[in-house]
């Protein structure tokens, strides 16, 4: 791929040679079988040290397949899969922005596919090694992996003569390389030293085992609502816990390996974004900065006008990356929330808030669900970048036909729009606020309701001065005709606005109510939640857990158990006491069926002794 984002007025043309040898080095990176090869190798060697569950009689069961990463349930290597992510943003990059596919157009969409399951397969090893239960040979392939890689993009940094804009892109990916390598080399140097051994992700977690305790617990009562210091305290506490969000305690609602993944690539991306527009601001500003010396010497007022525009988009791109940071930041927050607030509620066999339409299959949720992550980063990022170019266009229109009229810096022509649509909106809110007045003291009637809630009076809607109310009616109806065009036009920006918020929110439908079914992102994120309850709820979890320990009497740790604490030697002798007793009431009860005379004299099993018979009674 050609340097198309360096600063031009920094960086020495490169000679036709490079510019060669850089396009078929970029090709064989991202678009050919460069890393391949040693990728299949280096997850081949990983394989061996798997082992599988199909035929694990032949080969001691190896090679078996690798677990690259847990998008379902993983919470451990949380921060180093994330760090894995960061190595992948350069490819993210030219696939979402700067690729050039040169292939029919029909079959763009196969090419794509390919490409991003060929980028996947150059990155699983990385991942693979980092989840390899062998932490010797793991941790030294996934080192050598990740080092050659590193040495790659180096390589093609310095061969295609990259400006400081490119480096400071690369520097992510480099820290990210650079943190897994040492991370490697800690995990190599501690398993020789037989310090550390791989730690298999149990099935129950210790925060699903503190949320089953929270409800066999009895619930606390409730506090009074005119209590408002206990008010202010429970909503303090509220707030507080809503700032431990994305904190890796040990709580329920932590970030799991599927969150921080979508997170990280949302913000890197983001980061690359924000370069990306201060270098597009310097490109402009340069481009403007040329125009008006040529202006200087034709025009004083054209060589001004240049330099106030080339200032607005300054401050414009200014505006527009702080408030689209703002706007990322609080939808990554709330969709976390909303999600957990969600699945609280399946927990509870809650569906309340799903449309009744919204109805998926089981094989039609699993699908969904793999599509979740994904096109949660694409909703992320499409949303900011959307809202962005929003603010941007907001504040240029602002600054022309606004701001700057006023200020005198630009021809009073530019006012013309706000001087006809603002007293037109003026006149509307102050036509409205008189209609209401002489509508609450004119046409209603002097009685009064209680309200719904029965803690005041409202007055009944009882009809008085039924001619001068229709009358009235009559000659607004025209009026009502012309500003229920404005009004349209009001109601679609609303909508407009309220609906750009919204785009990156899966977990909120853009459609109005009954086509919630047509909108494909609020269907995956439904999907997600569903596969989410049935393979993630922490009671079935616990349960399936407590199953799998009663079956092994051995097994003696207490770390995810719903028990008290035991030492292992009384928690035998008590299940041996409890056994023995259970054992003994089967074989009474058993001897006493099949020997129904003993039951005669036993004291306590009555319940077995045959009934008499009843006399008969005849009445002649």
């Not at 050609?2 to 510019?19: C, D």
């Not at 699903?208 to 606390?220: D, F, T």
């Not at 330099?307 to 703002?326: D, H, P």
């Not at 006491?577 to 004291?603: A, D, F, G, H």
Request: proline letters at 3%; charged letters at 15%; a positive charge.
């Amino acid at each position: 791929m050609q340097n198309e984002t360096g600063n031009v007025s920094t960086t020495v043309a490169a000679s036709p040679s490079n510019i060669e040898l850089c396009k078929e080095y970029t090709n064989a990176i991202f678009y050919g079988f460069g890393m391949s090869p040693f990728a299949m190798v280096a997850i081949l060697i990983i394989s061996l040290f798997e082992r599988r569950r199909y035929k694990s009689d032949i080969c001691y069961g190896k090679p078996g397949l690798p677990l690259p990463i847990n998008f379902l349930d993983g919470t451990s290597n949380s921060v180093a899969n994330a760090a894995a992510f960061g190595c992948t943003l350069e490819h993210i990059l030219v696939y979402l922005f700067s690729g050039k596919i040169s292939v029919n157009r029909w079959l763009v969409a196969i090419v794509l596919f390919l490409l991003t399951f060929l980028a996947a397969l150059v990155f699983y090893p990385i991942f693979a090694c980092l989840n390899s239960p062998s932490r010797v040979f793991g941790s030294l392939v996934g080192f050598l992996y990740t080092f050659l890689l590193s040495l790659v993009l180096l390589a093609r940094g310095y061969l295609c003569e990259e400006s400081g804009w490119y480096w400071a892109l690369h520097a992510v990916t480099l820290v990210s390389e650079i943190y897994i390598m040492i991370l490697f080399v800690y995990r190599f140097v501690t398993a020789i030293l037989k310090k550390s051994k791989f730690h298999k992700e149990l099935l129950v977690k210790i925060d699903q085992v503190m949320h089953v305790k929270e409800l066999l617990v009895a619930p606390k009562s409730k506090i009074e609502g005119n209590d408002i210091k206990q008010r202010i305290i429970t909503y303090s506490d509220t707030v507080l816990a809503e700032a431990k969000l994305c904190c890796l305690h040990k709580s329920l609602y932590r970030c799991t390996t599927r969150t921080l993944a979508i997170n990280t690539i949302v913000l890197l991306v983001f980061y690359s974004n924000f370069l990306l527009t201060f270098q597009l601001g310097e490109i402009t500003e340069s481009s403007l900065s040329k125009l008006a010396a040529l202006y200087s010497t034709l025009s004083f007022n054209g060589c001004g006008q240049i330099k106030i525009l080339s200032e607005v988009i300054r401050v414009s791109l200014i505006v527009s990356n702080i408030l689209s940071a703002v706007y990322l930041i609080t939808n990554m927050i709330l969709i976390y929330r909303s999600q957990r607030q969600h699945l609280m509620k399946r927990w509870r066999g809650d569906k309340s808030f799903i449309p009744t339409q919204c109805r998926l299959d089981h094989s039609e949720k699993l699908v969904k669900n793999l599509m979740y992550a994904g096109h949660q980063v694409s909703y992320l990022i499409g949303g900011y970048i959307f809202f962005q170019i929003l603010v941007f266009v907001s504040c240029l229109l602002l600054s022309y036909f606004c701001i700057l009229p006023i200020m005198k810096k630009v021809p009073e022509e530019f006012l013309i729009p706000l001087e006809f649509v603002l007293p037109g909106v003026i006149f509307l809110f102050v036509l409205r606020f008189i209609l209401r007045f002489i509508s609450s003291r004119v046409f209603l009637q002097n009685h009064y309701l209680s309200a719904d809630n029965g803690k005041h009076w409202d007055r009944a809607l009882a009809l008085d001065n039924r001619r001068v109310y229709q009358n009235l009616s009559f000659f607004l109806f025209f009026y009502y005709i012309l500003t229920g065009l404005y009004r349209c036009i009001f109601r679609v920006m609303t909508s407009i606005c309220i609906n750009t918020f919204y785009i990156a929110r899966m977990d909120k439908p853009l459609l109005i109510p009954g086509f919630e079914r047509f909108d494909i992102g609020y269907m995956t994120y439904l999907g997600f939640l569903e596969v989410e309850l049935h393979q993630c709820h922490p009671v079935v979890v616990v349960c399936c857990d407590l199953l799998m320990k009663s079956v092994n009497h051995l097994s003696s740790n207490q770390d995810t158990s719903l028990e008290s604490p035991m030492d292992a030697h009384k928690r035998n002798v008590m299940s041996k006491i409890y056994t023995r007793k259970v054992r003994n009431k089967w074989q009474k009860m058993k001897t006493l069926i099949l020997n129904q005379s003993i039951c005669k004299e036993s004291k306590s099993n009555v319940s077995f002794q045959q009934p008499q018979q009843a006399k008969l009674n005849l009445v002649h």
